[in-house]
């Protein structure tokens, strides 16, 4: 990256301005992102919790804008993402139902593997 010779470079700036909160880890199932909730920062230092497409309310509730009664601290919106991510639903299945079919998913993964790994081995043997 190029800049006015001589001049000093600034210097950058890291903060944390999103955190993801899920019951679904991101390596559990090839859709986990879906059922993450989002605490991002907005204006005048207050915090929102988003899934996407709504904000969270104080009664755990989605709004379909940041209304005011959505704005906290950043300590209340993580914990409240916290205490929203276990009922998070997603086309009619719950993150219960979700986690069980990631063991499945895992399973089916480990079973395709193994499989792979047979089928090398006989096109070795040739």
Known sequence: MSGLPGAEQP???VRPSRYTVTCVPPDA??????????????????WVVTDGFGYLGPDLVFE???????????????ALAKEAAPLVVINGRTVTQALELTVAWREQKAADARAREQLAGEGGAQ
């Open 11 to 13: 210097t950058a700036v």
């Open 29 to 46: 199932a090839p859709d986990a992102h879906v059922w993450a909730l989002h605490v991002e920062e907005k204006r005048d230092g207050n």
């Open 64 to 78: 379909d804008r940041p209304y005011p009664q959505c704005l906290f601290a950043v300590d209340t919106a993580l």
